[in-house]
């Protein structure tokens, strides 16, 4: 391919953003920046410390003596807390649903917005999660909203816990998949929206190969 692309991947939880994501930028040989790992690495952090998302002030503090960095590992960019890889830490549901109100809240998204954007400066990165296409890559080269039906998506994430070891049951997170659903739609800033020249993929009856083929040929004509 020639132009390296800045390419972004928006959707709601469990829609299989994160398994495309590193499969197309593996396919394209490009770099694949998960931001939602951004987001659980603060999240991560705040549950350790006990500190609330309503608590403004320690929240100012914490995000102030935090450094958090991606560092590329083998094509993926890792997260770093403070010089600690975090990346394999921050998978579970209570963090994610954390991390879902905490990408809420301004001063997160300041601290994290700049993190992202300097990922992609130099193009060839998939960027992956809620707001690529309509807040922090508004200019991307290519664009696409994943999504699927809410039963798909729960059976999915269920399935991956399970594939990694972690004890869960359907029922709950199909619930907390639902709860993160209403967050993200309904938040005040960079909620979650269809960019307006997004290529929309239904992936409910699609293999992760479909919908890889189908994103690598898009791409193939915009490079």
Same mark, same amino acid.
């Given at each position: 391919? @020639? ?46 410390? @006990? ?7 320690? *929240?100012?503090?914490?995000?102030? %003596?935090?450094?958090? !960095? *991606?560092? /590329?590992?083998?094509? #993926?960019?890792? +997260?770093?807390?403070? /010089? =600690? ?21 301004? *001063? ?11 990922? @992609? %400066? ?5 960027? %992956? ?5 309509? +807040? ?36 709950? +997170?199909?619930?907390?998949? *639902? ?16 960019? =307006?020249?997004? &290529? &929309?993929?239904?992936?409910? /009856?699609? !293999? +992760?190969?479909?919908?890889? %083929? ?6 193939? #004509?915009?490079?």
């Amino acid at each position: 391919m @020639g132009k390296k692309l800045v390419i972004t991947i928006d959707g709601p939880a469990g829609a299989g953003k994160s398994t495309a994501g590193k499969a197309l930028a593996s396919r394209l040989s490009y770099i694949y920046l998960g931001t939602g790992d951004l987001y659980r690495a603060v999240a991560y952090t705040m549950a350790n410390k @006990g500190i609330s998302t309503d608590n403004e002030a320690r *929240l100012s503090n914490l995000l102030r %003596e935090t450094d958090i !960095t *991606l560092k /590329n590992v083998s094509d #993926h960019l890792r +997260v770093f807390v403070n /010089n =600690e890889d975090i990346t394999d830490k921050i998978m579970t549901e209570r963090i994610g649903l954390l991390a879902s109100k905490a990408s809420a809240i301004p *001063l997160v998204r300041s601290k994290l917005l700049s993190i992202q954007r300097e990922a @992609g %400066e130099e193009g060839g990165i998939i960027a %992956e999660g809620r707001d690529m296409g309509t +807040v922090v890559f508004p200019d991307a080269d290519l664009k696409f909203f994943l999504d699927a039906s809410a039963g798909e998506r729960a059976r999915r994430r269920y399935s991956e816990l399970a594939m990694k070891g972690l004890n869960s049951n359907y029922q709950e +997170v199909e619930r907390d998949l *639902l709860i993160r659903d209403k967050q993200d739609r309904e938040r005040k800033i960079a909620s979650l929206q269809t960019p =307006e020249d997004a &290529v &929309v993929i239904d992936s409910t /009856n699609m !293999t +992760v190969y479909e919908v890889v %083929e189908r994103m690598a040929i898009i791409a193939s #004509h915009m490079s």
